[in-house]
């Protein structure tokens, strides 16, 4: 079945899940027409002209995979427009709006599923789920892991769902056989109860130059793996840039941590940091974090100098270092 002249919301707190909703029908509407122009754009940005562009044909493609982001926070003009295109896309239109989860936009998200729209539910997985997540991604290798393997890793590296994938994915190029157990993660991780990957982001998060390179270095001296250093600091300032929009929109805290994909305790962190971070602050250091993340995985000579810069940089970044 075709997924042009189909729309699909993903809609929940767990970025890494609905990203991977979003790439899994963009793969497949590129696989059915590989010409087809994709658009990406975030809800705000969205007026009548701008929606039917997003939308509509090109002088090269007569095929569109539209992506809307954020669809929260599409223009009250512009609600019955989209919920319109979303009942009626056409036979050359493959929509995917995304929506973070919580309140926002929720009149929309509700007409939405009114019209029975497909949807993908990407909520925070359970901390009791966990160890099934690690199995699930265990298999997207083509690998095994016993019960108490996979609850193994995830005591070793967290519950964070980008960190264990990082995880996985070193531990799978590193196996022989078609079985992860816990041999094999001890030797990853072992040493790594003290000082783990969280604990270097929460210090570059407090703003703590000296703590958090003491930590980076103890880690890697222990065998952290790279990857999850930037995948831990990237999973912070996601949540800190979601944080600093949702502040001042009167949730609970226990709304908060659903809003930010964190542990309920956790938002108590974030609003005593927040004084050291401003969007843009953020915003830089998410990049400086996605080409660190890019260095580690083989464009640096020297992956540990690039985790020490990219703790540098990122500390520089804090509001009113600049």
């Not at 669809?71 to 995304?98: F, T, Y």
Request: proline share 4%; glycine share 8%.
């Amino acid at each position: 079945m075709s997924v042009f002249g189909s729309a699909l919301l993903v809609t929940g707190t767990e970025s890494l899940l609905a990203e991977r909703a979003v790439a899994e029908r963009k793969a497949a509407a590129l696989k059915e027409q590989p010409d087809a122009d994709v658009n990406t754009i975030t809800a705000d940005e969205l007026g009548e002209s701008m929606l039917s562009e997003v939308v509509g044909g090109s002088l090269f493609s007569s095929q569109i995979v539209a992506v809307i982001e954020d669809v929260g926070a599409c223009p009250h003009e512009v609600v019955d427009q989209l919920i319109g295109v979303a009942k009626d896309p056409g036979p050359d239109l493959c929509l995917i709006l995304v929506h973070g989860g919580g309140n926002k936009g929720k009149g929309l998200i509700d007409k939405l599923k009114k019209a029975k729209i497909e949807t993908i539910p990407v909520a925070a997985v359970k901390p009791w789920e966990v160890s099934k997540f690690v199995t699930a991604e265990v298999r997207r290798h083509r690998l095994r892991i016993a019960p108490d393997a996979a609850q193994s890793l995830v005591d070793a590296v967290g519950a964070d769902l980008r960190a264990i994938v990082g995880a996985v994915s070193q531990l799978a190029g590193d196996v022989d056989g078609d079985e992860i157990d816990e041999p094999l993660i001890r030797r990853y991780f072992a040493g790594r109860a003290e000082v783990t990957s969280f604990n270097v982001a929460d210090a570059v998060m407090a703003g703590s130059p000296s703590v958090a390179l003491e930590r980076l270095r103890w880690a890697l001296s222990t065998g952290a793996p790279h990857v999850l250093v930037t995948s831990a600091l990237a999973n912070n300032f996601r949540a800190m840039g979601k944080y600093l929009d949702a502040r001042n929109s009167r949730l609970s805290d226990g709304d908060l941590a659903k809003r930010l994909g964190v542990p309920y305790f956790k938002v108590k962190d974030y609003a005593k940091n927040s004084r050291l971070w401003s969007t843009g602050g953020v915003a830089r250091a998410i990049r400086l974090i996605t080409q660190a993340d890019a260095d580690v995985k083989g464009a640096a000579t020297d992956p540990d100098y690039a985790l020490e810069a990219m703790v540098l940089g990122v500390l520089e970044q804090r509001d009113g270092r600049r």
